[in-house]
Structure formats: structure tokens, C-alpha cells
């Protein structure tokens, strides 16, 4: 069975400083891997996703995110945010086996302050 | 274009009375269906999903059911609201079980 952890529920960072949101999956097939952003009462965005090729993914608003297999993980950075980029982060895996959906980590709160 | 569309957008409901929520894709065919809730600091919650008209999967026990009258239309009820039924409701649709989901707007209910 598959797993999504974010290892932090809330972030803050200053404007300009560089962030790292991280995230952990279990899974014993292969996977995709995706970030979604959610800002205040809205729905979600996809920001990038990983479903094969190369581990360093780019996606908009700056986010990139690298798959590391042999950690698990799917960390999301951005070299400097705006308070803009303030919201809800949120990591999913699925696998590519019919019939896996989407699960969803728990989420991470980035709040980005002057 | 792909676009799918969520009413109400904001809800107050008294507890015990019945509850609809309405969402539909555009420009797309045979969706995957999925109707989420986020409840305060919660995650996202899945309800259900649907691969067809008619055809729907609940994955929690509750007061809540949910139809797919037709292709790109799914229906979230209840026949009597609960207060732990308050939160945030969004469905979702992809082409195929796995990849990228597309999230509509939300739907806010409050349960008083």
C-alpha cells in the first residue's frame, strides 16, 4: 500500500529566504508523484509532478521539486518565496497500476512574512 | 478546455436539515469523479469516486451519499446534516485513476 508523509505541518519563512517542503512516500511499485498548492478557500493547483524522465522537476511559480528513489522523498524547494506563495502545500503518490488513485499527505502551511 | 464548476460556493445549514452540493465537468469525457472534505487542520478527506454513471465507491462510512446522474455530473447529499459534517467540500476529476487530479473551487459548509 502506498503512503504519503509531510514531515512538517507548518512553515515559516521570511520573503526572499529560500524554502524547502519535504515529503516521504512508501510505495512498492512505481510511482508518480505530485504538489499541489491550495490558497485560502479556493481549490487545489497542481504546481509540478514527477511521472517519469528526469528527477529534477520545474513547475510554476518558481516551485521545483526532485524525486529521490532511493531516499523516497519528493522534497519541493524554492530559492525565494513571496508572501504570495503563502498556503496550504499538499504531496501526493499514486502508482502506475490501474486502479490507484491519488493519496494525499496531510498537508504543510507555509506562511511567508516580511 | 477542461473546466469544472462547484455550487454553492458557501453554505449555512442547520443540523438535520438535507444537504446537495452539485458539481460538473466541461469538456471532457468519461471523467473519474471524486468528492473530497477538508475539515479543519484534517487533510483532505476522500468520500467518494465514480468511474461511471451510476457507479460510485464510497471510502467512509457516514451520513453522506453521493450520485452521478449523469457523465460529468456528480451530486454530494445528506439526508440529515450532522455538525461534524461542517468543512470544506471539493470534488475532482481526472481521465485516468492515478495521474493529476483537476480540483473545482469548493464548497464551504457550516453546520449550525
Known amino acids: 500500500a502506498q503512503s504519503v508523509t509531510q514531515l512538517d505541518s507548518q512553515v515559516p519563512v521570511f520573503e526572499e529566504a529560500p524554502v524547502e517542503l519535504r515529503c516521504n512516500y512508501s510505495s512498492s511499485v512505481s510511482v508518480y508523484l505530485f504538489w499541489y498548492v491550495q490558497y485560502p478557500n479556493q481549490g487545489l493547483q497542481l504546481l509540478l509532478k514527477y511521472l517519469s524522465g528526469s528527477t529534477l522537476v520545474k513547475g510554476i511559480n518558481g516551485f521545483e521539486a526532485e524525486f529521490n528513489k532511493s531516499q523516497t522523498s519528493f522534497h519541493l524547494r524554492k530559492p525565494s518565496v513571496h508572501i504570495s506563495d503563502t498556503a496550504e502545500y499538499f504531496c501526493a503518490v499514486s502508482g502506475d497500476q490501474a486502479g490507484t488513485a491519488l493519496i494525499f499527505g496531510k498537508g504543510t502551511t507555509l506562511s511567508v512574512s516580511s | 478546455s477542461q473546466t469544472i464548476h462547484q455550487w454553492p460556493a458557501t453554505l449555512v445549514q442547520p443540523v438535520g436539515s438535507p444537504l446537495s452540493l452539485e458539481c460538473t465537468v466541461e469538456g471532457t469525457s468519461n471523467p473519474n469523479l471524486y468528492w473530497y472534505r477538508q475539515a479543519a487542520g484534517r487533510g483532505l478527506q476522500l468520500l467518494f469516486y465514480s468511474v461511471g454513471i451510476g457507479q460510485i465507491s464510497s471510502e467512509v462510512p457516514q451520513n453522506l451519499s453521493a450520485s452521478r446522474p449523469q457523465d460529468r455530473q456528480f451530486i454530494l447529499s445528506s439526508k440529515k446534516l450532522l455538525l461534524s459534517d461542517s468543512g470544506f467540500y471539493l470534488c475532482?476529476?481526472?481521465?485516468?485513476?492515478?495521474?493529476?487530479?483537476?480540483f473545482g473551487p469548493g464548497t464551504r459548509l457550516t453546520v449550525l
Open positions: 475532482a476529476w481526472d481521465q485516468r485513476e492515478g495521474l493529476e487530479q483537476f
